[in-house]
């Protein structure tokens, strides 16, 4: 399986992830201070940030940043 | 928590006036030192010569995306409508702000560095190779920053304004003693002006690493301070409002001076769906274009794409924690004791504020001036940070995409065209200071900035076909733009200015598939760009 069909797998399973329904009208709370729509949430940033990374480092587009960098900056 | 007890004291303190001009003149220094390394030419001006490099290029992408809105707004969201606040506006942007970045920043950057590109309509004449359609774009793409500009001088008053109150009676008897609003416009508008005007683009980046950095620092100080005032994060949550805590709908009953009124708490799904359509307009804003550009390299976009996310957590969690404390600070019975604007916004009123609660929260529990001048100079500084960019931007539009590209290029010598760039500033602010005092009293204009961001939304469509389908036309673009622009401004009439869904769905996501529908479909039975478009914008 290509790359990149990962990646836009992953991004949909994400976005599906963030509706999370089933914690809809739990009102527990989560170490005592944070209730659990807020803290699935705010998790849910931490692992946005490491998909962010993962793509980074599998899925750079290193291609692009060669042909950018093919024509010299000049003022 | 008794209110009555927590009144403010007889002598209004100036301290966090004090604190505010501090920060106004650090602001203002440290931008004045970074227009030092300003290297004269228009490119500098307009990009800071491709010099930005990663840690800059977060702090002023995160300090333009996230406008007063992150500090004051989520805060008076929460409060409003629980603790869905996040996960509608925060959790959906990490990732889909991230993406615009990685998918259309990058690319973007790339061929406009190898183009010489400055502005969003270079590009998209470039790309569709019609100088039409720039025509088409300019006047929807500045239409859309205005009221974005606006809310951000607007929301100052409605910060300074009420802090002041008192503060000067003999001066300003006719507000109460509050400073009046031209007063503070012309402060604000003139430091960022004095910066911008001096250093352009690389000004920008430096005041907004400054911003960003302050006001995220403040969003974690309030929050330390309030949770501390309240007893600990335990009891501070314990005492807020449970129909805030979840996010299913539910009626809310406010009983304040004027009688009983019922709202609605809570989202509902499929408004809560659709919103993820909103981070989209990061794609489309004109001003975090310019910002894109300023990028060293490919490899400055590497912290950005990974740290918005959390960024935008160490901002919002907070924010939205204060904002569901709040609901039980102001929960006194009768809630006559209530301040007047915390049962406003409560009731859910269209015009009501929502941005008074954190500084309603701070000055009830926190009485010490400085921090009330800290947090609201944190207020300022996310406010500033965006009016920035967007001051520079339509500059930078107006100069390249109407007098160079009329008049042309090389009938200017660089230093004409920095000074040209530096008159449209001018220009723009002196407009907006108008406006921002015209219009101050319009209470929607602050409703106007998801119709802003929705429109940006829309067009996301056309900026990820230019990128990504070499069959999509220059047929396929204007028609993508009009069904944009048709729908949009159906939906916006329809609702007067305000929220508004269609059987709870954002107008946004039907004006986005209305818009990436036209472009696919015209484009299908359309000339094709021309081989030499395709070489240079597809590697």
């Keep these: 399986m290509k790359r990149s069909t990962i990646i836009i797998a992953l991004f949909v399973i994400l976005a599906v992830l963030h509706q999370d329904c089933w914690n809809w009208a739990n009102s527990n709370l989560v170490f005592g201070f944070m209730p659990v729509g807020l803290a699935y949430h705010a998790a849910y940033s931490l692992v946005a940030a490491t998909f962010w990374a993962l793509v980074i480092k599998f899925a750079w587009p290193a291609n692009l940043e060669a042909w950018a960098d093919e024509i010299p900056d000049s003022d | 928590m008794n209110l009555l007890l927590a009144q403010a004291p007889a002598e209004v303190s100036t301290k966090p006036l004090l604190v505010l001009a501090i920060y106004l003149g650090l602001l203002l220094a440290l931008a004045l030192f970074s227009g030092r390394l300003f290297r004269g030419t228009s490119k500098d001006y307009f990009v800071a010569s ?3 490099g990663p840690f800059m290029l977060l702090m ?3 300090g333009t995306t996230m406008t007063a809105f992150a500090l004051v707004g989520s805060t008076g969201k929460a409060f409003q409508q629980g603790v869905g606040t996040y996960g509608l506006m925060a959790s959906s942007s990490g990732l889909v702000h991230a993406a615009c970045f990685f998918l259309i920043g990058i690319r973007v950057w790339a061929i406009a560095k190898r183009e010489g590109y400055v502005t969003q309509i270079q590009f998209f004449r470039g790309r569709f190779e019609s100088n039409g359609l720039g025509y088409l774009l300019f006047p929807i793409l500045v239409l859309l920053v205005i009221p974005y500009l606006l809310i951000g001088v607007i929301g100052s008053y409605r910060v300074i304004g009420p802090l002041s109150k008192g503060m000067y009676p003999e001066l300003f008897a006719a507000t109460d003693g509050s400073i009046p609003s031209w007063i503070i416009g012309i402060v604000i508008c003139g430091v960022v002006l004095t910066y911008i005007f001096a250093g352009g683009s690389r000004a920008a980046a430096w005041a907004n690493t400054f911003q960003t950095l302050v006001f995220m620092a403040m969003g974690v100080l309030a929050f330390y301070l309030l949770s501390d005032k309240l007893g600990g994060l335990g009891a501070a949550i314990a005492q807020a409002n449970p129909q805030h805590l979840v996010r299913t709908p539910s009626e809310l009953e406010i009983v304040g001076q004027a009688g009983t009124s019922i709202r609605e708490v809570g989202f509902p799904y499929i408004t809560f769906f659709t919103y993820m359509f909103i981070p989209l307009s990061v794609g489309m804003f004109p001003h975090l274009f310019q910002h894109w550009l300023t990028a060293k390299s490919a490899k400055s976009f590497k912290l950005t794409v990974i740290a918005h996310p959390i960024c935008i957590a160490i901002v919002w969690v907070p924010c939205v924690l204060i904002g569901l404390w709040a609901t039980g600070v102001f929960n006194a019975t009768p809630s006559e004791a209530w301040p007047a604007a915390a049962v406003g916004i409560m009731k859910g009123l269209p015009d009501s504020s929502v941005g008074a609660v954190l500084s309603l929260t701070l000055r009830f529990l926190v009485e010490n001036p400085i921090i009330v001048g800290l947090v609201t100079a944190g207020i300022l500084a996310a406010i500033m940070s965006s009016l920035d960019s967007q001051f520079l931007c339509l500059g930078t539009i107006f100069t390249n995409d109407v007098v160079l590209h009329k008049v042309g290029r090389d ?34 204009v602050f409703d106007l900035a998801i119709w802003s961001f929705s429109g940006f939304s829309a067009l996301t469509s056309l900026v990820i076909g230019a990128l990504y389908w070499k069959g999509a036309t220059k047929a396929g673009a204007y028609a993508c733009v009009l069904a944009v622009a048709v729908s949009w401004l159906y939906f916006f009439l329809k609702s007067g200015g305000h929220e508004y869904t269609v059987a709870g769905v954002m107008p946004v996501a039907i004006c986005f598939v209305v818009g990436a529908v036209s472009l696919i479909v015209v484009s299908l039975f359309t000339k094709k760009p021309s081989d030499e478009t395709i070489r240079k914008f597809f590697p």
């Design chain 2, 50 to 52: 491709h010099s930005i």
């Design chain 2, 411 to 444: 009938r200017f010598t660089d230093k004409q065209i920095v000074l040209i760039a530096r008159g449209f500033v001018v220009a723009v602010v002196l407009l907006t200071y108008g406006l921002s005092l015209y219009l101050e009293k319009q209470q929607n």
């Design chain 2, 60 to 62: 002023s992408v995160f």
